[in-house]
């Protein structure tokens, strides 16, 4: 019963924590910035890009496989986000 519960809590979890939805948010809305990205993306190949947030330089991975989409921070060794440098 405990294999089984602990299953279905870590379901929950992994499906809560990657915020699954049918739209992605790309640009800042309701502001007189409306209309421009947050993000610059710098594609890596077909399916793979880095977003790198405009304003706080973290870089995310983007990946686009078919009808699968799925974005995640990128960590440096010691856990803190990357930032981007030219």
């Not at 007189?32 to 399916?47: I, K, S, V, W, Y």
Request: proline content about 1%; aromatic content about 8%.
């Amino acid at each position: 019963m405990k294999k089984l519960l602990t299953i279905i809590l870590l379901t929950a979890t992994v499906l809560f924590a990657t915020a699954c939805s049918s739209s992605s948010v790309v640009q800042n809305a309701g502001d007189e910035n409306a209309g421009q990205t947050m993000f610059e993306r710098h594609n890596l190949d077909d399916d793979y890009s880095i977003l790198v947030d405009k304003e706080t330089g973290v870089c995310y991975l983007e990946y686009i496989l078919a009808s699968r989409y799925g974005i995640t921070v990128l960590l440096n060794a010691d856990g803190t986000p990357k930032i981007w440098e030219d």
